[in-house]
């Protein structure tokens, strides 16, 4: 996944204040924006509509294609860089990020998985260090609907000295 310099620091993800919580969601926003769960979502269309010049018929299925949405140069400067900091001054909504689909058929699990994706991401990031093993883009494989990491997705993972894990503020408590 490209970016757009360091990885974040356990220090910008897990300090005490709404600061480091804001940057912890942004991370996760900008995750799901660069690799959506699932690559699209169908509904049918059940009253006649127009859409881009032609009028769309009751029972006409529509395909939207959340990674290509989520690529937009128009709606996302700059799409194929990872950058939570498009996150800061905003927040998701409408239909420009759609990772959980939209509308009144969300997933009814997206609060959760939100709140799981930055609990792990900042109890995970006061224990140890994240970084890519090399600086190549991975590469994506479609499994069905969803998307998976390539064949080499490499991680290098360093744990916390006890003295880093205990002088590293958090605004969870770690057991």
């Known amino acids: 996944m490209p970016t757009s310099g360091a990885v974040p620091t356990s220090e910008a993800m897990t300090a005490i204040g709404s600061a480091a919580d804001a940057y912890a969601s942004a991370v996760c926003y900008e995750a799901l924006r660069v690799r959506p769960p699932v690559a699209f979502f169908g509904r049918q269309v059940t009253q006649p509509f127009e859409l881009g010049g032609r009028v769309l018929r009751p029972g006409t299925a529509?395909?939207?294609?959340?990674?290509?949405?989520?690529?937009?140069?128009?709606?996302?400067?700059?799409?194929?860089?990872?950058?939570p900091e498009r996150w800061l001054a905003r927040r998701p909504g409408g239909y420009g990020w759609m990772p959980f689909g939209g509308g009144r058929r969300t997933c009814i699990g997206d609060k959760l998985a939100?709140?799981?994706?930055?609990?792990?991401?900042?109890?995970?990031?006061?224990?140890?260090?994240?970084?890519?093993?090399?600086?190549?883009?991975?590469?994506?494989?479609?499994?069905?609907?969803?998307?998976?990491?390539?064949d080499d997705c490499r991680i290098i993972l360093r744990p916390r000295t006890p003295a880093e894990h205990f002088s590293t503020p958090s605004t969870l408590p770690i057991p």
């Open 62 to 83: 529509i395909l939207v294609h959340i990674r290509a949405l989520h690529h937009d140069p128009d709606l996302y400067p700059d799409p194929a860089a990872f950058r």
């Open 114 to 150: 939100l709140m799981l994706m930055k609990t792990f991401l900042q109890v995970f990031t006061r224990a140890a260090t994240l970084e890519p093993a090399d600086q190549r883009d991975e590469q994506i494989r479609w499994r069905a609907v969803s998307n998976v990491p390539g």
